[in-house]
Structures are given as C-alpha cells and as structure tokens.
C-alpha cells in the first residue's frame, strides 16, 4: 500500500527557514515524479514543486521560486522541500503528492504538514 | 485568481445529480488531461478522476468525468450526504509550466 509521510511542519518566524519531508513507501519511488502541493486555510489547492525521477528535472510555482529547492533522495525513499525567506502568505498546509498519470494526475496523496509564518 | 475557473457552490437534493463545471484554455485543459479531486472535511485530497473520464480503483462510478475542448465537468448522481466536500480540478498547463487547479467547488447536499 502506498504511504506518503510529511514531516518537519511547525511555526518560523517571517524570513525564517524550514524544511519538510516526506517519506514514501509501497511503491518504486525512483520511478516517480512527485510534488508538492500547499493549501492556505480556508483556501483551495496550490501547486509548489515538482521533481522528476532522477531528481535532474525541477519546476517551481512563481510565487516560491527563487525561495525553495525541492530534493529527493531515492535510496531513502524521501522528497524534500527546504523553504527560506517565508512571509506570512506562506502560511499553509503542505502536502507531499505522487505524479501517477498523465498531465499531472496526482494519485496519492500525503496527510499535509501545517507550516506556520508568524511575522 | 485560479488559472481554472469552478463555480464555487452547488447543492441537491439526496439522490438528484449535480455537475461541476472546470473552464480553461488551450494551454491547459485543450490540450492536456483532466484531474478531478475529493477534499472532505479536514481531511487531504483524494483522486476521483484522472485523465479526463478515468476512475482510480474504489471509486463508484456515480462519479464520473468528461471533457470537451478547453472545459470539463465532473458529474455526481445518486448524491449522498457523504459526498458533501470541495471538488478541485486541475491539470498541467503547457505554457505556465506549472500545475493548475480551480479554485474549488463546494458541493452541499440539500
């Protein structure tokens, strides 16, 4: 059974740095892009990142670039996001997301991780 | 404003059918696959649809997807108190390089 495990969520002060995983397991993780998607309270879906398969192919939403890097390290079946120069929009639930289908059909998804920016 | 346009309610009666509506353009929707996605209450998103008419294993088929040109709509019929939720499309679109989805439709069952 596939399971995504988001961690590394809490509360960062405006400019502060932070840094999430996720920790996949139930499926061949190398052979996965995946993503990062974030969702402001009481707002709808954002995409953040995403991450081909070897970790060579990044895309980030105009809103972050510049200010997150996505990783992964496929011998330990992780995804990462490391965030720095957060404001106080950045402020959201943030979930770990698996490409399975085409155009970016998202499959399986995370139970979120809450990043709070307090200025 | 979301790159995908959803209208932000609809609502039923149990049993009645409900569609929900997803607009883009020919960078999106015209030319890629569409997603449809469940988000109950408090909790993460799950799939229902993908690749426009497509139903992941475990979902009923009173759900159900189609596109034609640059929209898509997701129909519900049978509606249960269950299905009582926000509904996102979303897609990839090829000129923005970036995933998009609308801004979400929430559905209420009378």
Same mark, same amino acid.
């Given at each position: 059974?596939?399971?995504?495990?988001?961690?590394?969520?809490?509360?960062?002060?405006?400019? %502060?740095?932070?840094?999430?995983?996720?920790? /996949?397991?139930?499926?061949?993780?190398?052979?996965?892009?995946?993503?990062?998607?974030?969702?402001?309270?009481?707002?709808?879906?954002?995409?953040?990142?995403?991450?081909?398969?070897?970790?060579?192919?990044?895309?980030?939403?105009?809103?972050?670039?510049?200010?997150?890097?996505?990783?992964?390290?496929?011998?330990?079946?992780?995804?990462?996001?490391?965030?720095?120069?957060?404001?106080?929009?950045?402020? /959201?639930?943030?979930?770990?997301?698996?490409?399975?289908?085409?155009?970016? %059909?998202?499959?399986?998804?995370?139970?979120?991780?809450?990043?709070?920016?307090?200025? | 404003?979301?790159?995908?346009?959803?209208?932000?309610?609809?609502?039923?009666?149990?049993?009645?059918?409900?569609?929900?509506?997803?607009?883009?353009?020919?960078?999106?929707?015209?030319?890629?696959?569409?997603?449809?996605?469940?988000?109950?209450?408090?909790? /993460?998103?799950?799939?229902?649809?993908?690749?426009?008419?497509?139903?992941?294993?475990?979902?009923?088929?009173?759900?159900? %997807?189609?596109?034609?040109?640059?929209?898509?709509?997701?129909?519900?019929?049978?509606?249960?108190?269950?299905?009582? /939720?926000?509904?996102?499309?979303?897609?990839?679109?090829?000129?923005?390089?970036?995933?998009?989805?609308?801004?979400?439709?929430?559905?209420?069952?009378?």
């Amino acid at each position: 059974e596939v399971h995504l495990v988001e961690s590394g969520g809490g509360s960062v002060q405006g400019g %502060g740095s932070l840094s999430l995983s996720c920790a /996949a397991s139930g499926f061949r993780f190398s052979n996965f892009w995946m993503t990062w998607v974030r969702q402001a309270p009481g707002k709808g879906l954002e995409w953040v990142a995403n991450i081909n398969q070897d970790g060579s192919g990044k895309y980030y939403a105009d809103s972050m670039k510049g200010r997150i890097t996505i990783s992964r390290d496929n011998a330990k079946n992780s995804v990462s996001l490391h965030m720095n120069s957060l404001r106080g929009e950045d402020t /959201a639930v943030y979930y770990c997301t698996r490409i399975g289908y085409k155009s970016c %059909g998202l499959d399986y998804w995370g139970q979120g991780a809450l990043v709070t920016v307090s200025s | 404003q979301s790159v995908l346009t959803q209208p932000p309610s609809v609502s039923a009666a149990p049993g009645q059918k409900v569609t929900i509506s997803c607009s883009g353009s020919s960078s999106n929707i015209g030319n890629n696959d569409v997603s449809w996605y469940q988000q109950l209450p408090g909790t /993460a998103p799950k799939l229902l649809i993908y690749e426009n008419v497509e139903r992941p294993s475990g979902i009923p088929d009173r759900f159900s %997807g189609s596109k034609s040109g640059t929209s898509a709509t997701l129909a519900i019929t049978g509606l249960q108190t269950g299905d009582e /939720a926000d509904y996102y499309c979303g897609t990839w679109d090829s000129s923005l390089t970036s995933v998009v989805f609308g801004g979400g439709t929430k559905v209420t069952v009378l």
